[in-house]
């Protein structure tokens, strides 16, 4: 796939029990520890010359644990710790919502994935979602992009059952996030070892 066309192309990621630990809500900069190889397998990421972006539920806001500068802090950090092994995210779209607020954002519905490919001009059924729960499997398959779970959370198996169960379609099961990114490379046509 020419560089050209793949600037059209995206990598959407969920965060927590994706990138790094799920322990409930991540409030606070200490409590965001990645998983082994992220930072390394991001910067493989942008080496493919797509967009990366993060799209995640984060209702800690609404429900009053953390307010938006707390979450700016976090991702700040997330930035920081990425760019070290020359990693990056290209943009962050947040769901700062309850559950019962009924919103348009929120996953598994399909707003922030939308409003991303409006930005940047995406098209999404060139687009892959890497997540680890229903709620991104979920959203992937509404908003027509290829969806990949990862088995890194007390989350995955439930959408495996739900996979199994017809509720929606998985192109990839991959144990890690550093396994979805090999895969993704091959799926984008590239050698993995040129990369490296």
């Not at 710790?81 to 919103?103: A, T």
């Amino acid at each position: 796939m020419a560089i050209e066309i793949r600037k059209h192309v995206a990598i959407f990621l969920d965060r927590d029990g994706t990138l790094n630990e799920d322990c409930g809500y991540v409030t606070s900069p200490e409590q965001l520890v990645l998983f082994s190889g992220v930072p390394e397998a991001m910067a493989r990421l942008n080496q493919l010359g797509v967009r990366v972006i993060l799209v995640t539920n984060q209702s800690a806001i609404g429900r009053g644990l953390m307010t938006i500068h707390d979450l700016q802090h976090i991702h700040q950090v997330l930035a920081d710790l990425l760019r070290v092994h020359g990693g990056r995210i290209d943009d962050i779209y947040v769901c700062p919502h309850r559950p019962d607020e009924g919103c348009g954002c929120r996953k598994p519905h399909v707003a922030m994935l939308q409003q991303a490919a409006e930005r940047f001009s995406l098209d999404l059924s060139k687009c892959y979602f890497v997540g680890d729960k229903c709620s991104d499997l979920e959203a992937a398959n509404k908003a027509g992009v290829t969806g990949v779970l990862v088995m890194s959370s007390v989350y995955s198996e439930a959408a495996l059952q739900a996979r199994d169960n017809g509720q929606f379609p998985i192109a990839h099961v991959a144990q890690t996030f550093v396994q979805a990114v090999d895969w993704i490379e091959k799926e984008l046509c590239v050698d993995p070892s040129a990369l490296r």
